[in-house]
């Protein structure tokens, strides 16, 4: 039995190995934010936000896969959260009544283990049921599948059958156990035995039969024999309490794991609701192949900003299909680094079956996504700015594969404009020549005019808006780029405030 | 002589390894029915006694036949193992190890097919045949099985199988011996017939060959080092050398760190006798000392010597004079006790004998010391005796034309730093004090450049 709910074909790995690169992304794309606020400050949510946005697909099948799970999650939340329930409950019943097997003799391993099984049949009594009520309603193929391997594997005589397992395993009849003699005439090889005629009182009947049967009572004050053959049954235990005890085990990882896949659902949950209640809307994006050049979008917002300000954003939307190379110049504050934030954003929530901070969206996945800020100030101060921000190109050179996707934000920018500029160009071009694509937010003039003198259709140049009154709408629009920054606009705001 | 020889042609045959592997089986098994014997005195139940004698015997069997076989396979030349071989094979096809073997076999196969329940209730348990009944783990685990979810923990209990036997196992045993009488009659029967069956020849050779079966696995341990061992030419020529030899618990000492074992070669030509070391404290000389010792030792055993190539002295007697801890015990001091030990070891020596003399006299002063080892080495000189004699004395290394000097070596590059080799030629005392100058900072323009005008 499996859960199947985030792949169609294997557990999730919650202990998978991330990106190199993944505090940075978390610090350029501000994701702890999303994290926030699909934990609610829940640690496991949080974990599993963080795993599951970090770790991408690399297909679109699983993509739709896990959409159309989401899809029914967010259509039937209360159910979702439901199910969710129930591992919680297994580990908040496991810790109230210290069940759990601690013991290291065969005898206290098999009957903790029982108490554990006998535990989680109860749980799994329910979710049975909730399979019973829902199986109809909901229309994703991972959820039918998981439901109805539900109705199918835990049918009413399977848990006759575990129950009566669980009965037999109290021994009221004593144990029965075979054996050999081995070595120097030593018994060897105990093992429990099914008695041959199952219920009642088989005890007495095996007296009945043709073998002679020799027994033997221990004399009440004799301890010595009493632990000795206290140790036998422990030998002749030890396999069965084994195969219990990983039975239980095994259960509580199925637990666990129907746990661990819900989890994303929930954070999921978590943040649409948060976001609907700011009216931002949310879509489920169309993935394309690696191997394509797609990105399409409207109202793409900054997620992290509307969640920090608790209020509605501004979107973006732009047509980049069959680009490779997309420059954002134009003013300060314009909303240039918020629109590449949304962008890296959406395409890590994208890449993990989420929904969008947008009203469309489309893009083809990537291979690897990477940022490249620049950095306010580098506190270590061991090397010169340029140095650092070049060693950091140089650590995402050597992670990069084609097909990936590029964000850079005012790169190579710590030394005068020409040198800058031919050190991006350098790269820019290099990293184009292996199908990488480039988002390049830049004030560089020069750069910027370099690739549109080009003028080729592979390229995409987004401008930050300015109004003729200075004023910023902070949405961005096609044009080309201008040669300044609108900088003094900015100066004239802080220092005559009021003057227009 | 004779005996050197006997034991290096056994030795050979030795290193053949499949033959080698078989023996180390054999004398295995040895071990193992020599343990079980010892555990039959100690026991207290009848029928485990019984069982443990039996044990025994299969497992002397096994031996005696697994070597018959074994010795019938290798290609042996050395007269001892030829001799073994002839015994060997007549013994195994004698009837009373044949009626042995087939006996115990017998017993313990209608032994072994026994199976029996046991019904544990409180304070009770019944013993009675067994009745086909299942396995009851192999059906719990099938019903969990749709569970599976990957590799978990292993519950099982680690079950403490000494060889004891508790009242309440030696009355279940008791309860199978009623259940099942035929085989145990058969048990009965052959302890009657075989209380002891261990061969005298047999059990020499056993006793023989762990001498030689542990000496080569010693020799093994060493061989990733990729340390060479020979078989010496031994005799009465004066004329000995060894090629890279070392010291074989050094080197057993280095076996599982990474550190190079360092080999020398040393040589004495006529009329040399003495072997006088110097050099840099902590430079190999003891090393080299011990391992001059060792491989005349060993080769007066029989046995390969560390080294590519060697021919070394048949001596008499050893002895050796390492410095000591003072014993407070002894008012009489560290010199007097030296001289006393020197005096004796010179009393006992014949010319045939080999002397390793460590740093003495190096608690007294400079000139005593120069004193006493000069009179100390005519003596021995005059003795014709073989020897090593390491000293920080740099005058005794060109005492007579008897004597070789050896000194142990530092990098070229780096004074401070010890090569461990020890090569012939004249003692050097000045490279010596100058390095050491050096390090310490006191050389002439050291010392310039540190008092400043």
Known sequence: ?500 | METIRYRQQALRDLQEETWLADVKTFAERMVLARRYLALVEKLDFDLHKKGWLLEAALMYCEAVEGLNHALGAAPLHSRGFLALREYVASYARSQVFKSLYEEARKVKAGLAVLKYSIIIQAGRFSVRKYDGETDYSVEVEKTFEKFKQGAVKDYRVEIYEGSGMNHIEAKILEFVARLYPEPFAALDRFCERHPAFIDETIRAFDREVQFYVAYLEYLDSLKHKGLPFCFPEVGASREVFARETFDLALAGSFSFSSKPVICNDFELREPERVIVETGPNQGGKTTFARAFGQVHFLASLGLLVPGRKARLFLFDRMFTHFEREEDIRNLSGKLQDDLLRIHAILNSATSRSILVMNEIFSSTTLKDALFLSREIMTRLLALDALGVWVTFIDEMASFSEKTVSMVSTVSPENSAERTFRIIRKPADGLAYALSLAEKHRLTYEHIKERIQP
């Open chain 1, 1 to 500: 039995m499996k859960v199947l709910l985030l792949h169609p074909d294997r557990n999730f790995d919650p202990k998978a190995p991330l990106p190199p690169n993944q505090d940075t992304l978390v610090q350029d794309l501000e994701l702890e934010t999303l994290f926030q606020a699909m934990a609610r400050g829940d640690k496991f949510l949080y974990q599993t936000a963080r795993q599951a946005l970090l770790s991408s697909l690399g297909d679109p099948t699983e993509i739709r896969y896990r959409q159309a799970i989401l899809q029914d999650c967010l259509e039937h939340p209360e159910v979702v959260r439901e199910i969710y329930q129930i591992p919680i409950e297994a580990i908040q019943r496991k810790q109230r009544h210290w069940m759990g097997i601690f013991s290291h003799y065969p005898s206290g391993i098999l009957s903790s283990s029982v108490q554990l099984l006998e535990m989680f049949l109860d749980l799994l009594r329910h979710l049975k049921q909730v399979a019973d009520e829902q199986v109809g309603q909901f229309r994703s193929a991972g959820f039918r599948r998981f439901f109805e391997m539900i109705l199918r594997e835990l049918d009413d005589a399977y848990f006759v059958e575990v129950e009566n397992h669980l009965r037999e395993l109290r021994f009221r009849n004593g144990v029965l156990l075979s054996a050999r003699l081995g070595r120097g005439n030593e018994g060897q090889d105990y093992l429990l035995c099914k008695p041959n005629q199952p219920n009642g009182h088989w005890a007495k009947r095996i007296f009945s039969k043709q073998s002679p049967v020799y027994s033997f009572n221990i004399h009440p004050r004799d301890d010595h024999g009493a632990r000795a053959l206290g140790e036998l049954r422990d030998r002749g235990l030890n396999l069965v309490a084994n195969a219990v005890a990983q039975s239980a085990d095994h259960i509580d990882s199925f637990i666990s794991t129907l746990r661990q896949e819900l989890a994303f659902y929930v954070g999921a949950l978590n943040l649409a609701e948060s976001l609907s209640a700011l009216e931002m809307p949310l879509c489920l994006p169309e993935a394309f192949q690696t191997s394509e050049r797609k990105h399409a979008f409207e109202g793409l917002y900054d997620i992290a900003l509307a969640l920090t300000m608790q209020k509605s954003v501004v979107g973006n939307q732009a047509n980049a299909d069959d680009k490779d190379l997309v420059i954002v110049t134009g003013a300060n504050q314009g909303g240039k680094s918020t629109f590449l934030r949304s962008i890296g954003q959406a395409q890590a929530m994208m890449q993990c079956g989420l929904f969008v901070g947008a009203e469309s969206f489309s893009a083809n996945l990537a291979s690897g996504l990477f940022t490249h800020y620049k950095r306010e100030e580098d506190s270590s101060m061991k090397s010169g700015k340029l140095d650092e921000e070049l060693a950091r190109m140089s650590e995402i050179i050597s992670q990069l594969r084609p097909d990936a996707l590029v964000l850079f934000n005012e790169s190579f920018a710590a030394t005068n404009e020409r040198e800058g500029a031919e050190i991006a160009r350098q790269v820019v071009n290099a990293l184009l020549e292996r199908r990488i694509k480039v988002f390049f937010v830049t004030h560089q003039y020069e750069l910027a005019r370099g690739y549109h003198t080009q003028g080729s259709a592979r390229h995409l140049f987004l401008r930050a808006e300015r109004q003729p009154d200075g004023n910023r709408t902070f949405k961005l629009r096609e044009g080309e780029p201008l040669p300044t920054s609108f900088g003094e606009d900015v100066y004239q705001k802080i220092f005559k405030p009021g003057m227009d």
